[in-house]
């Protein structure tokens, strides 16, 4: 059972920029790809970026390319979404996630919720215009 544990949210200006962290307890870290996904109000959650588990491979959505970048540090258990250039529309709930993906190549990075074994409780980012 892994555990996952957002941190870094909190309100910025557009055009600002927050670094959300994510901690893993309780598996082997390095066995998980790893994904962010955020769920506005109103919205169904999407997904945002992913890095595989070994950290080779990311994959973003159109909406932050350019903008988020994802990466992981597979000896401090920790994955982070650096956002940059934020606007009012980046303004939901993050969601860290972890795919066990032992079996799959070292370059896989799922991008479907359903695709996801475990998740945090969430981290609130609100950009104001």
């Known amino acids: 059972q892994v555990r996952l544990v957002e941190s870094g949210g909190g309100l910025v200006q557009a055009g600002g920029s927050l670094r959300l962290s994510c901690e893993a307890s309780?598996?082997?870290?390095?066995?998980?790809?790893m994904g962010w996904f955020r769920q506005a109000p109103g919205k169904e959650r999407e997904f945002v970026l992913g890095i595989s588990r070994i950290g080779g491979s990311t994959y973003s959505a159109d909406s932050v390319k350019g903008r988020f970048t994802i990466s992981r540090d597979n000896a401090k258990n920790t994955v982070y979404l650096q956002m940059n250039s934020l606007k009012p529309e980046d303004t939901a709930i993050y969601y860290c996630a972890a795919k066990i993906a032992i079996t799959y190549s070292n370059f896989y990075v799922p991008a479907r919720s359903g695709d996801y074994d475990y998740w945090g409780q969430g981290t609130q980012v609100t950009v104001s215009s």
């Open positions: 309780g598996g082997t870290f390095s066995w998980y790809a």
